[in-house]
């Protein structure tokens, strides 16, 4: 396999239930009820999730725990051939519950700082803001953020797509941006092609997370092309949320390439949606969805795709450097 960036992970859904039952015991806490559970959950839709998915973060508390959430993706990561991630973390899900910012950031941090030599690769933060909570509350956060503006690359929207569009986050994206912070959003996986183009105009993005509703509109799909913008697809958690249909082998990833677009495969939420990016990738395959050479494709897409230096990328896309660099 070509060494693969993965740009599209939520930590937050990195939290395996084993993890949550062991910082629930070191936490003295109970152990969530969606953990209690055995077996793959199953969800009706986004919200259905997200409701699990908040109820098992409470487990985080000390700054050794996000550490050990971000070394047990780093590690399960590089085993899948990921050389280089830039890993979403939700501050707001934990300030909420009372944890400070500064234990989700220095914790996450601690991990990422030592990937290169304990994993053999790299890892960046990017902090995103939860959609539903408003515009107000990602302005704040990104206030109290900026004390520690050298522990991550970029800024996100995530969280509960429709009813609440990007243009609501205008003025935050454009402090980011003013900011030398690199730009991503969500949009176009619940909801319609409008949003992918209000994350595109309204708040300058570099890459759309998800986005496979795009190919509803053509308009929309001739821009990406030409812009050569990055969408960061996510195969299983499309077809868990039901974004797409039952059947993998139904996946419009194979139509996104061949429309020309700057395709690239992530896992999103992978305890939660049924697999690693390996798992993606050999989902996708044993499908028929996509060939090998298509991987190789989308492989190389996820190192153009990503924040890299330029002189790493043109080493990892020549073959001659998959080695990493500090
Ligand atoms: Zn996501």
């Known amino acids: 396999m070509c060494p693969l960036a993965e740009l599209h992970v939520h930590i937050e859904g990195t939290l395996s239930h084993s993890l949550i039952r062991e910082l629930a015991r070191r936490n003295d806490l109970p152990i969530p009820p969606a953990a209690r559970r055995d077996g793959p959950s199953s969800f009706g839709c986004l919200d259905d999730f997200l409701r699990d998915y908040y109820a098992n973060l409470d487990v985080l508390r ?167 913008m990055p969408l960061t697809v996510c195969p299983l958690s499309n077809v868990a949320l039901r974004n797409s249909p039952a059947d993998i082998a139904q996946h419009p990833l194979p139509v996104m390439l061949g429309e020309g677009l700057m395709v690239t495969v992530n896992s999103d939420d992978p305890e939660y949606f049924g697999g690693y990016i390996d798992d993606n990738f050999a989902a996708l395959t044993r499908a028929g969805v996509i060939d090998g050479a298509q991987c190789r494709q989308l492989a190389r897409n996820s190192i153009r795709a990503s924040f890299m230096p330029e002189a790493r990328k043109a080493a990892l896309l020549s073959g001659e450097d998959i080695r990493v660099s500090r």
């Open 62 to 228: 000390e700054r050794r725990d996000f550490t050990d959430l971000a070394n047990a993706y780093l590690k399960r990561a590089s085993q899948a051939g990921v050389v280089h991630a830039e890993i979403f973390f939700d501050p707001q899900s934990h300030t909420r519950r009372g944890v400070p910012l500064s234990t989700v950031i220095l914790g996450l941090s601690d991990a990422l700082e030592e990937a290169p030599d304990r994993f053999g690769m790299t890892a960046s933060l990017i902090m995103c803001f939860l959609r539903d909570r408003g515009p107000q509350e990602a302005c704040a956060i990104y206030d109290e953020a900026l004390a520690f503006r050298d522990r991550f690359i970029g800024v996100g929207l995530d969280s509960s797509e429709e009813g609440f569009p990007p243009s609501w986050f205008a003025g935050v994206f454009a402090r980011a941006k003013a900011d030398g912070l690199h730009r991503v959003a969500h949009a176009g996986e619940e909801s319609g092609p409008e949003y992918v183009w209000e994350a595109l105009d309204i708040l300058d993005v570099e890459r759309i997370d998800h986005g496979i509703r795009s190919l509803e509109d053509l308009e929309l799909v001739a821009r990406l092309k030409a812009e050569g």
